[in-house]
């Protein structure tokens, strides 16, 4: 097609090729390089509102391949919340956010069974976990009885209500944020629920040249956010299948990352290490690293050391002692402790040839 200098020959072409960009994604992912393209895509879409935090978006990406949750931890302010909502408006999928409350009911989240006069039955209002996408903003404001409501939906893809057993969208992601230092009207979240979140990527400070970046665009742009969707429900499911079917693992690999995990077990700091699902998790998330990353079919040990952390570090429960001794303690950050732990444990394992 010409290129046309006009107005409306400029908006004509932008509007086919956006039509192109989605006919693309609407196709079958057929080969790893078509992943590695999708989730290009994606992150350009997130360039576009959030400055920075390129590892997170890849965190976020990885975890969808996997098929997976992420809690996105960190102070307020750091855009969580935007990031994830950046994130989800780049996928042409259902999102619904829940803001976490200390009165948030279970049927709040998975819905309930309302009587209806004129049919003279009972009818079922789908709650917001009914979407592929479900970002719940400050989970530990949540009652312990309404974060117990997300246990199974992240585990086994279903909702049990009154008996029933519905099951839910695919793709289906929960996305949940917390805030490491204020701890009243909060409640903890319980070691079986983090041992559901594939990863836990830690927010930190933007640094100076990314905070002037923002400044510099709020003061143009203002809040306005437009995403669009650069990615098909159909195109997700087929890079999950196909990263789960096509990139290779060692044998040698396998045992690299069992050994890894078994040391955080025998670590003299953790009273708790990471569990056999953590193992899981780590493989799985070293897979959607090679990918994305570098676009190859096979797993490498620096895949499994790039993803150790943000895969490892809410499964550990670390000695109470420790964590008095430590310096950090009043700030509620044990951050560094767990660092320390996940690197040592890395050290100690042998590396595959």
């Keep these: 097609m010409t290129l046309s200098i006009t107005k409306n020959g400029l908006c004509l072409q932008k509007h086919i090729l956006n039509q192109d960009r989605r006919y693309f994604h609407q196709m079958t992912i057929k080969k790893i390089g ?15 509102f959030v400055v920075g935090y390129e590892d997170i978006s890849n ?34 999928l259902s999102m619904r956010r829940i803001q976490a409350t200390p009165d948030l009911m279970p ?39 309404t974060q117990s409501a997300l246990l199974e939906a992240m585990q086994e893809r279903q ?26 009207g909060t409640f903890p979240l319980p070691e079986a629920q983090l041992d559901r979140f594939l990863m836990r990527p830690l927010m930190t400070y933007p640094g100076k040249k990314e905070e002037v970046e923002i400044l510099s665009r709020k003061n143009i742009e203002g809040d306005v956010m437009d995403v669009k969707p650069v990615a098909e429900s159909s195109a997700i499911l087929s890079a999950q299948k196909l990263m789960h079917d096509d990139v290779q693992v060692s044998d040698g690999i396998l045992e690299y990352i069992a050994e890894i995990v078994r040391n955080t077990r025998e670590h003299t700091k953790v009273m708790l290490g990471g569990s056999p699902r953590g193992s899981v998790a780590l493989l799985y998330a070293a897979k959607g690293y090679a990918i994305i990353t570098e676009g190859r079919s096979f797993v490498v040990p620096d895949d499994v050391k790039a993803v ?13 002692d420790i964590l008095i001794e430590s310096p950090e303690v009043n700030e509620g950050w044990s951050y560094k402790i767990l660092q320390e732990i996940i690197h040592e444990a890395i ?4 590396v595959p040839v």
């Design 34 to 48: 078509d992943i590695q393209k999708l989730s290009e895509d994606i992150k350009t879409e997130i360039r576009r």
């Design 59 to 92: 965190d976020l990406i990885i975890t969808l391949l996997c098929g997976g949750h992420v809690l996105l931890e960190g102070i307020p302010g750091i855009a969580k919340t935007y990031l994830a909502k950046a994130f989800s408006g780049s996928l042409n």
């Design 107 to 145: 049927a709040d989240i998975v819905g309930t069974r309302i009587y209806n006069p004129k049919t003279l039955e009972f009818e079922f209002r789908h709650g917001p976990i009914f979407s592929n996408l479900a970002v719940v903003d400050e989970i530990s404001r949540a009652p312990p009885k």
């Design 159 to 184: 909702v049990t209500v009154d008996g029933f057993t519905l099951e839910l969208k695919e793709p289906f992601m929960v996305i949940a944020t917390k805030n490491p230092i204020e701890f009243e």
């Design 308 to 320: 150790a952390f943000n895969v490892l570090n809410h499964r550990l429960i670390v000695r109470p």
């Design 347 to 350: 050290d100690q394992a042998v």
